[in-house]
DNA sequence: TCATCCAGTAAACAGTCGTTCGCCCAACCG
DNA sequence: CGGTTGGGCGAACGACTGTTTACTGGATGA
């Protein structure tokens, strides 16, 4: 096995992470491709060089981020399937649910939300496969549940497309509120489980007609 | 009045405008932070320092591209408004309008999508501002409607957000369809149709419960 | 007509950047 | 133990960056 650590590859490996945390942090502030390679490398204290060690380029350290980042984000997600109830009290605990991953891995959702539509090609894509990844699990949850009756697939499908939208729409507006003014944040949570219930309505009688 | 062009002056504008077309186009690769200054002035045939003429820096011509771009977009929404007949027709229309306008102001957009949450906080505001003012001319229209009988001013301002997040969402996938594929552009249309549809059905039933 | 204005210029400034090249030396394997 | 591997280093490379300076010359207005 190649993950076995060997004091080698440990030192290696926490490097590494060394790298992708000051890229994290620095990008609080600009966007992936104005970042710079020394730039990366002087933060965590490594010789320009030491880069190529471990990422081609700063497209490559972005993918990397990537994946990072919606480690953070399916946490979220089996934290929202955890708490099953019904209707009302689901989409609370949805958007409670948001908001505290949002508080706890800023960096990492900022991020997302920013090169969703960047510069970078490469990211952007990354960042598509997943979201992509994403609705494709949530569609399946949703075929199971009574309210999908005589549903065709392709209509799940869209319903979880904007359901995986809404929720990045979300956090992208819990990320605007300023971070330490709780009161901006139940206003944007308000009309974020507003939203979720008419959109909820409109699942319902998705069929009537 | 300070717009009725000597030759001066219009030549000055020219120019200005010169260096806008050229930002906007070398932004179809690239995100505005990592936009050179003599990149532009480079592409239009100036001086570098020339450009102090027109602009402070970057994110001062950023935030005279949003202007640019909105004119377009209010241009769009003009279109929408003069569609007049009931949800089927209108959410059709709505749709293929915003398909013409993403590709005849491919750029515009394209630009908007990738600055929206970019790495310059200037443009970042210019273009929350401009998509707020865009919602709350859109609120005061659906208050007009009979559908909006009895709801209640926050809940219209709600909705009038989930329209316009829909309505930017739509045009951004359009934008990553690919230019010249009919086929791809008709299979995002079917989708973002079915999608207003659902919200429109959560719109009716809104007041039931 | 003549003095004034000002968009645009050329040149130089002090930096920064990504990338390549040997080299070193601690961890590794037989 | 001795030979090999490979992460990290320091230095140098050419190219590029934003900004300031003093200037030119055509349009402008009295």
């Known amino acids: 096995m190649s993950h076995i650590a060997g004091a080698r590859q440990a030192q290696k490996q926490r490097t590494r992470q060394a790298l992708l945390d000051a890229g994290l942090r620095l990008l609080e502030h600009q966007s992936l491709s104005s970042l710079g390679l020394r730039e990366i490398t002087r933060e965590v204290g490594v010789a320009p060089a030491g880069f190529y060690r471990h990422f081609r380029d700063m497209s490559d350290l972005g993918v990397a981020l990537v994946s990072e980042s919606f480690g953070s984000l399916h946490a979220m997600v089996r934290a929202i399937r955890g708490e099953q109830a019904k209707s009302d009290e689901v989409i609370d605990g949805t958007v409670a649910v948001i908001a505290r991953y949002v ?53 799940i499908r869209m319903l979880a497309g904007l359901y995986v939208n809404q929720m990045v729409l979300i956090a992208t507006s819990f990320l605007e509120a300023s971070p330490d003014d709780p009161e901006s944040e139940e206003r944007i949570a308000r009309t974020a489980r507003r939203q979720l219930r008419l959109i909820h309505l409109g699942r319902l009688h998705w069929l009537d007609g």
């Open 103 to 155: 508080r706890e891995h800023r960096a990492h959702f900022r991020f997302i939300a920013r090169e969703r539509h960047g510069g970078m090609q490469q990211v952007r894509e990354a960042i598509a496969a997943e979201l992509d990844k994403f609705a494709e699990e949530l569609a399946s949850d949703l075929s199971a549940q009574p309210e999908s009756e005589g549903w065709s697939q392709e209509d």
